[in-house]
């Protein structure tokens, strides 16, 4: 991967719907370069996917949380996969530091979050501790 592979993946981070012949006049190559290289970067796994990135408070949801969870860890991987099975949950990683898992939720309001909270991940066994920070703005990120 050179500078330009990674030019190109700055444009496409940026807004994966620029058009090639738009890369191609920004990093100095044909269209056909551009492509070619797009789908290595693609076959490679460098790039995996593509998708659109909504705002959550546009479609009802006024209550994004990351979620901190302190689990037994014998029961890590079997708590992370059940926890990324339920509708509001966006995201769950595994984590070092504070929490053994992150995850982010999405609530329409504070009621809905403490109901999400208490009757379905906090009844999964294994759970130790729930410790949830909502976010009052995101500054950058997806």
């Not at 970067?41 to 408070?57: M, N, T």
């Not at 969870?69 to 509001?88: S, W």
């Not at 984590?95 to 053994?100: F, K, L, P």
């Not at 329409?108 to 703005?137: F, H, Q, V």
Request: with cysteine; net charge positive; hydrophobic share 40%.
């Amino acid at each position: 991967m050179d500078e330009k592979d990674r030019k190109i993946i700055e444009i496409l981070e940026k807004n994966a719907r620029t058009p090639f012949t738009q890369i191609a006049k920004e990093v100095g190559l044909s269209e056909g370069a551009v492509r070619k290289r797009v789908e290595a970067l693609e076959r490679k796994g460098v790039i995996r996917k593509y998708v659109a990135v909504v705002d959550p408070k546009k479609l009802g949801y006024n209550n994004v949380t990351i979620l901190g969870l302190d689990v037994d860890p014998t029961k890590l991987l079997d708590i992370a996969n059940e926890i990324a099975k339920i509708k509001e949950v966006r995201t769950v990683c595994l984590s070092t530091g504070d929490h053994m898992i992150m995850a982010e939720i999405w609530a329409k309001d504070g009621k809905e979050l403490s109901e999400i909270l208490a009757k379905k991940i906090g009844k999964i066994d294994g759970i130790k501790r729930l410790c949830p920070a909502i976010l009052l703005e995101k500054i950058k990120g997806l």
